[in-house]
């Protein structure tokens, strides 16, 4: 009888090491090796922020909400206006915009179409030496305006779209000093009609009744 306990027992404990190997093979520490990593991160499609500096010293804070082209057919030197408020740009006059005030930053890129520039096509798609072109930055300090000419442009200037309604790219420019223009454009081409705002025109003020 003694040895038919013993057997028994000897029995129980070895099914029941089983048992608590097979919940340590098939517990966590398995699901945990085949857990999928984390995709946290910043998405591929995110905007990446426009970057502007006068210098290595001076970093300007700058989105250029509103974007136009003064696309010139005549000469096919075209000019990139982008500013960070709402600006009047008619047709043939980028350099005649009001001087910007306190808050409002503003710049002015030269575009050369180059040879194969056509007046059907003064802008066409391609890579361009930003030192073949001007590029002026347009602040406020102590009450004035200050035009910022960056020398010693290096970089491209790359054309991906370009038609009668808009001109897109992106510019990569450096100049002396640590002086930055980087980033995404679509700018629209200025018209007559869309000279103020976002295309929609100059609105036209309401009208004051007559006194009696």
Same mark, same amino acid.
């Given at each position: 009888?003694?040895? #038919?306990?013993? !057997?028994?027992?000897?029995?129980?404990?070895?099914?029941?090491?089983?048992?608590?190997?097979?919940?340590?093979?098939?517990?966590?520490?398995?699901?945990?090796? #085949?857990?999928?990593?984390?995709?946290?991160?910043?998405?591929?499609?995110?905007?990446?922020?426009?970057?502007?500096?006068? %210098?290595?010293?001076?970093?300007? +804070? !700058?989105?250029?909400?509103? =974007?136009?082209?003064?696309?010139?057919?005549?000469?096919?030197?075209?000019?990139?206006?982008?500013?960070? *408020?709402? !600006?009047?740009?008619?047709?043939?006059?980028?350099?005649? &915009?009001?001087? $910007?005030?306190?808050? =409002? $930053?503003?710049?002015? $890129?030269?575009?050369?179409?180059?040879?194969?520039?056509? @007046?059907?096509?003064?802008?066409?798609?391609?890579? *361009?030496?930003? %030192?073949?072109? @001007?590029?002026? &930055?347009? #602040? !406020?300090?102590?009450?004035?305006?200050?035009?910022?000419?960056?020398?010693?442009? +290096?970089?491209? &200037?790359?054309?991906?779209?370009?038609?009668?309604?808009?001109?897109?790219?992106?510019?990569?420019?450096?100049?002396?000093?640590?002086?930055?223009?980087?980033?995404?454009?679509?700018?629209?081409?200025?018209?007559?009609?869309?000279?103020?705002?976002?295309?929609?025109?100059?609105?036209?003020?309401?009208? #004051?009744? +007559? +006194?009696?």
């Amino acid at each position: 009888m003694k040895k #038919t306990f013993t !057997f028994l027992l000897g029995i129980s404990l070895l099914l029941g090491a089983g048992c608590s190997q097979n919940t340590t093979t098939d517990g966590g520490p398995t699901a945990s090796a #085949t857990a999928t990593p984390s995709t946290t991160g910043t998405p591929a499609s995110a905007e990446t922020p426009f970057m502007l500096a006068l %210098s290595d010293a001076e970093v300007v +804070a !700058f989105e250029p909400t509103m =974007q136009k082209v003064d696309l010139r057919r005549d000469t096919q030197k075209s000019a990139l206006v982008l500013g960070n *408020y709402d !600006f009047v740009l008619m047709p043939m006059s980028a350099n005649s &915009i009001d001087e $910007v005030t306190e808050g =409002q $930053v503003r710049v002015h $890129v030269g575009l050369k179409g180059g040879d194969k520039a056509s @007046y059907e096509e003064p802008m066409p798609v391609g890579e *361009y030496d930003a %030192s073949e072109t @001007y590029v002026d &930055i347009l #602040t !406020f300090k102590d009450g004035n305006e200050v035009r910022t000419n960056v020398d010693g442009e +290096a970089g491209t &200037i790359v054309i991906t779209e370009s038609d009668e309604n808009h001109v897109a790219g992106t510019l990569d420019i450096t100049g002396e000093g640590g002086a930055v223009i980087k980033g995404e454009f679509d700018a629209v081409v200025a018209t007559e009609e869309n000279a103020k705002g976002g295309g929609a025109g100059t609105p036209t003020p309401t009208e #004051t009744p +007559a +006194a009696e």
